[in-house]
């Protein structure tokens, strides 16, 4: 699964166990990656939450999320991030791997609303050049709708999942879909 030995359902704490639980019912199985965050419980729960609040998003808002975040990995090569969040954009949004190239190619050519598209360019800018965002681009996005929470939690989330792709990697979290 791992080079690290994860908690196994029959052995997790009360805790551990809930939130494993939680994810089984969401998903049918617990993808080898909230296996692996189980090392850490306060990330399992941390990331399950995360997920949980992704999931009860907008459906746009959901393809918005799974799009940065397969781009980010992309970008790091995290081939199980890569393989998974390919997976749910066809599952989920009946993406096509062309369309999904595409994006990954052209960000901008995103099925989502002129919004959401400026959201993500701009996250994608702060991961990449973080010293180029300067208050214009704070203003930009707030003057077509979004708060500075949702500015911090676009950029935020790309953050993370490069994050997490490097423990997946370092780790060698093996794909389990």
Same mark, same amino acid.
Do not use: H
């Given at each position: 699964? +791992?080079?690290?030995?994860t908690v196994a359902v029959n052995e997790a704490d009360a805790k551990v166990k809930n939130i494993?639980?939680?994810?089984?019912?969401?998903?049918?199985?617990?993808?080898?990656?909230?296996?692996?965050?189980?090392?850490?419980?306060?990330?399992?729960?941390?990331?399950?939450?995360?997920?949980?609040? $992704?999931? +009860?998003?907008?459906?746009?808002?959901?393809?918005?999320?799974?799009?940065?975040?397969? $781009?980010?990995?992309?970008?790091?090569?995290?081939?199980?991030?890569?393989?998974?969040?390919?997976?749910?954009?066809?599952?989920?949004?009946?993406?096509? @791997?062309?369309?999904?190239?595409?994006?990954?190619?052209?960000?901008?050519?995103?099925?989502?609303?002129?919004?959401?598209?400026?959201?993500?360019?701009?996250?994608?800018?702060?991961?990449?050049?973080?010293?180029?965002?300067?208050?214009?681009?704070?203003?930009?996005?707030?003057?077509?709708?979004?708060?500075?929470?949702? $500015?911090? @939690?676009?950029?935020?989330?790309?953050?993370?999942?490069?994050?997490?792709? $490097?423990?997946?990697?370092?780790?060698?979290?093996?794909?389990?879909?």
């Amino acid at each position: 699964m +791992s080079l690290l030995k994860t908690v196994a359902v029959n052995e997790a704490d009360a805790k551990v166990k809930n939130i494993y639980e939680e994810i089984n019912a969401a998903f049918g199985s617990i993808p080898n990656a909230f296996q692996f965050f189980s090392i850490e419980p306060k990330i399992l729960e941390f990331q399950w939450n995360n997920a949980k609040d $992704i999931l +009860s998003m907008a459906k746009e808002n959901q393809q918005y999320y799974l799009l940065l975040e397969y $781009i980010v990995s992309d970008d790091n090569k995290c081939d199980y991030c890569i393989s998974l969040l390919k997976s749910m954009l066809i599952n989920m949004f009946g993406m096509t @791997n062309e369309q999904i190239l595409e994006v990954k190619k052209d960000p901008s050519s995103a099925p989502l609303s002129k919004a959401n598209i400026d959201l993500l360019l701009f996250t994608l800018k702060a991961l990449k050049d973080s010293e180029s965002v300067d208050a214009s681009d704070i203003k930009t996005l707030e003057n077509i709708g979004f708060t500075q929470k949702e $500015i911090f @939690n676009s950029v935020r989330t790309a953050g993370q999942i490069f994050m997490y792709n $490097i423990l997946f990697r370092t780790f060698k979290v093996e794909k389990d879909f």
